[in-house]
């Protein structure tokens, strides 16, 4: 069993649609999250970053986390075709090694 | 003005041969790692390089040898490829170690193809 675990989709949605992306962890001493979006042939990314639990909002996009059921979340509200990509999230316990999930990929139709 | 750059773009070679992968950033950061992503997304450490000191070293084939001639650069060298070494190779780089670093920024990947 993968420490991080993410369906990989896709998930196929219509332009305006709100976007739910999730991720379930093992590790408990996971302490920072983050989503990272990546474009087909390019490199991840930064989208948000979360510290322990909580809600973060960016624009469009908020990301939460659930620490009691270790389960974290980004939504996309008002999504956009620019929007389709691969969403992957990540996490660590503070030091230098991140984990990531097996990204989900997201397709926004106009 | 490239952050993370990597060499070369796309690289198809015979199984047995030896290749390397170049990275170079200008962002000025200490640390530097290269990434393994397979062909279902999955993203995975395999080095991280801190000011040119090996800091992670996840399970990977001796095959596979980084070098960090200064803290800008970090190189990676495969020998005798098999096929299951085909996959993307990223190189990312981040400010600091010991502080979270969830600011890793990637370079666009190198494509290596194994026949």
């Known amino acids: 069993q993968k420490e991080v675990e993410q369906d990989p989709g896709p998930l196929s949605v219509p332009e305006g649609a709100i976007v739910s992306l999730n991720c379930t962890y093992s590790n408990s001493a996971f302490q920072y999250f983050m989503w990272y979006r990546q474009y087909s042939r390019k490199g991840p990314e930064l989208l948000m970053y979360t510290y322990s639990s909580g809600n973060k909002e960016d624009g469009r996009f908020t990301a939460q986390v659930d620490k009691s059921s270790k389960y974290i979340s980004l939504f996309i509200r008002d999504s956009q075709p620019s929007d389709s990509a691969t969403y992957l999230c990540?996490?660590?316990?503070?030091?230098?090694?991140?984990?990531f999930g097996t990204g989900t990929r997201l397709l926004v139709s106009p | 003005d490239t952050a993370v750059s990597q060499t070369p773009k796309y690289l198809v070679t015979q199984m047995g041969n030896d290749k390397s992968i170049k990275c170079e950033q200008n962002l000025g950061h200490d640390t530097m790692y290269w990434y393994k992503q397979d062909s279902k997304k999955f993203l995975k450490i395999m080095f991280s390089y801190n000011n040119k000191e090996l800091i992670i070293n996840e399970t990977v084939p001796n095959r596979f040898s980084p070098k960090s001639p200064d803290k800008a650069h970090l190189n990676l060298h495969i020998n005798s490829l098999e096929l299951g070494d085909s996959a993307v190779y990223f190189c990312a780089s981040s400010q600091d170690f010991g502080t979270p670093t969830y600011e890793q920024y990637f370079g666009p990947g190198t494509r290596l193809t194994v026949t």
């Open positions: 990540a996490m660590n316990t503070g030091f230098q090694k991140l984990v």
